[in-house]
């Protein structure tokens, strides 16, 4: 039987006023369900940081290796290009995750009316990833799979 995990981490201080309208405002602006899918992304955003703080401490030959594949990935999703270094990796935003969503590059695409409208074609499984029906908002789209996006 497998064992579910929480796959996000909410804020340290969850009632700040600051927190609270910038929340509310990614939320209105990127179409997000609640909360805890801004959180998700913050914490694949957090995760990514993490890898790139920890490729600081290794040696250099473990360096090299390690920022390789962590450009690679990010390469791969659009969210740096080829020529970055560890200090783009370390200045990416929550935005830069949010505008990499399935459901935000439908909307900007213009294949959908509005960010709620891509949400609705997506639960709805109107939508294709190249030959894959897509039926979550919060896919991250890779760079090669955008021009294969497709309302069916």
Do not use: C
């Not at 309208?21 to 602006?29: F, S, T, V």
């Not at 360096?63 to 783009?88: F, H, M, P, T, W």
């Not at 959908?112 to 029906?133: D, E």
């Amino acid at each position: 039987m497998r064992r579910f995990r929480k796959t996000w981490e909410g804020p340290r201080h969850p009632w700040r006023k600051e927190a609270l309208i910038a929340e509310i405002d990614l939320i209105g602006r990127y179409g997000l369900k609640n909360k805890r899918e801004l959180w998700k992304m913050r914490t694949v955003l957090r995760n990514i940081r993490k890898r790139a703080r920890a490729l600081l401490a290794l040696s250099q030959a473990e360096r090299e290796q390690e920022e390789s594949k962590l450009k690679k990935l990010l390469v791969r999703y659009g969210l740096i290009d080829e020529n970055a270094d560890v200090s783009a990796i370390l200045s990416l935003t929550i935005e830069d995750i949010l505008k990499r969503r399935l459901q935000t590059i439908l909307y900007e695409k213009k294949l959908a009316s509005s960010i709620y409208h891509a949400r609705q074609l997506i639960t709805h499984k109107k939508v294709m990833v190249g030959n894959l029906i897509v039926s979550s908002p919060s896919y991250l789209v890779k760079k090669e799979e955008e021009e294969n996006i497709k309302i069916i």
